[in-house]
């Protein structure tokens, strides 16, 4: 799909997961779950699976301000970024893929592609945060 970023990190998982969370919470947003797959996969089929984790977050007051601009907007909150661990196989090492979904920017309201705009702009500097060694790839705005 031409909305969902991603990128790939040589780090290890906890660190990838750390970094993410990160960016999350420096941001301004609130973690509100978190699904861990890879986890419930491995525990139910008794075998051993990559790690794969997708985080909920969410900031109310960009949710009132979807809300305000397109109620229908809503269903794109909570945001959520995935981490899944890449085994290693005899072709390639293991990675760590980052990934959300941005929202779309070629809507009927140029109210709301700003809005995206914008949206996808933070979400991007998230992923490319914890996809990176560089602590100073995101700049933070307070």
Same mark, same amino acid.
Request: glycine share 2%.
């Given at each position: 799909?031409?909305?969902?970023?991603?990128?790939?990190?040589? $780090?290890?998982?906890?660190?990838?997961?750390?970094?993410?969370?990160?960016?999350?919470?420096?941001?301004?947003?609130? !973690?509100?779950n978190r699904i861990n797959i890879g986890e419930a996969i491995q525990e139910r089929k008794e075998k051993i699976f990559p790690k794969n984790e997708i985080i909920l977050f969410c900031?109310?007051? !960009? #949710?009132? $301000?979807m809300l305000d601009l397109e109620p229908?907007? !809503?269903?794109?909150?909570?945001y959520k970024i995935t981490i899944a661990e890449i085994p290693e196989t005899s072709d390639s090492i293991g990675k760590i893929m980052i990934g959300t979904h941005l929202l779309p920017t070629e809507t009927k309201s140029p109210d709301i592609n700003v809005f995206s705009l914008n949206m996808n702009e933070i979400l991007r500097k998230m992923i490319e945060y914890? #996809?990176?060694?560089?602590?100073?790839?995101?700049k933070f705005e307070k």
């Amino acid at each position: 799909s031409n909305n969902l970023y991603k990128k790939f990190s040589e $780090k290890n998982y906890a660190d990838t997961i750390q970094d993410i969370e990160f960016a999350i919470t420096e941001n301004n947003f609130r !973690i509100i779950n978190r699904i861990n797959i890879g986890e419930a996969i491995q525990e139910r089929k008794e075998k051993i699976f990559p790690k794969n984790e997708i985080i909920l977050f969410c900031n109310l007051s !960009i #949710a009132e $301000k979807m809300l305000d601009l397109e109620p229908d907007f !809503i269903n794109f909150c909570p945001y959520k970024i995935t981490i899944a661990e890449i085994p290693e196989t005899s072709d390639s090492i293991g990675k760590i893929m980052i990934g959300t979904h941005l929202l779309p920017t070629e809507t009927k309201s140029p109210d709301i592609n700003v809005f995206s705009l914008n949206m996808n702009e933070i979400l991007r500097k998230m992923i490319e945060y914890a #996809a990176s060694d560089d602590p100073f790839v995101m700049k933070f705005e307070k």
